[in-house]
């Protein structure tokens, strides 16, 4: 084999090797890329679906929820009021330290009237019986928020926030 033949054939072989580090290094990282992607994409098209279920899902349960004649507030219904009857009821006014009432905005139609309730010392039978009796009424009652710490001498210690959503035209 001559020298011209020898470099002829190590620039070829040279250049084999070159688009073949070319494809592996640079063409084939670009193909796995673009196949994350894709996968990424179709993910992200899933989870927009669900989320455009959902949405249906709440705004016929949202039509759905608006309470029946007999369940709706009456003009004289007040939380406070109906808080301070139930725990009277339940024989835990005792327990209770203070109560502050306040309301907040929810939208144009929509108000939620709340009340925070301060207890001390409460057994947890008679605050069991005292929540069923607050989440059990045709009002729509709830309660929103419930801290509990135990007493080392007796009962609970705790805040727990009860509140009810009005319309604007009840009030």
Do not use: C
């Amino acid at each position: 084999m001559t020298q011209p033949n020898r470099t002829v054939i190590l620039y070829g072989i040279a250049a084999v090797v070159l688009v073949f580090a070319f494809f592996e290094w640079v063409i084939d990282p670009i193909h796995v890329y673009q196949e994350e992607l894709n996968a990424r994409i179709q993910h992200a098209t899933q989870q927009i679906q669900e989320i455009q279920r959902l949405g249906q899902a709440y705004s016929a349960s949202k039509a759905l929820q608006s309470p029946p004649s007999n369940q709706k507030h009456t003009a004289q219904f007040t939380l406070f009021s109906f808080l301070e009857q139930t725990a009277d009821k339940t024989n835990v006014r005792k327990y209770i330290s203070s109560m502050r009432q306040s309301s907040r905005s929810l939208s144009e139609e929509g108000n939620e009237e709340s009340v925070e309730i301060r207890l001390e010392k409460m057994p947890l039978r008679q605050l069991v019986s005292f929540l069923y009796q607050v989440e059990n009424t045709p009002q729509g009652v709830f309660v929103k928020t419930l801290t509990l710490r135990p007493n080392s001498t007796e009962g609970m210690n705790g805040e727990l926030t009860v509140s009810v959503p009005k319309n604007k035209q009840e009030e």
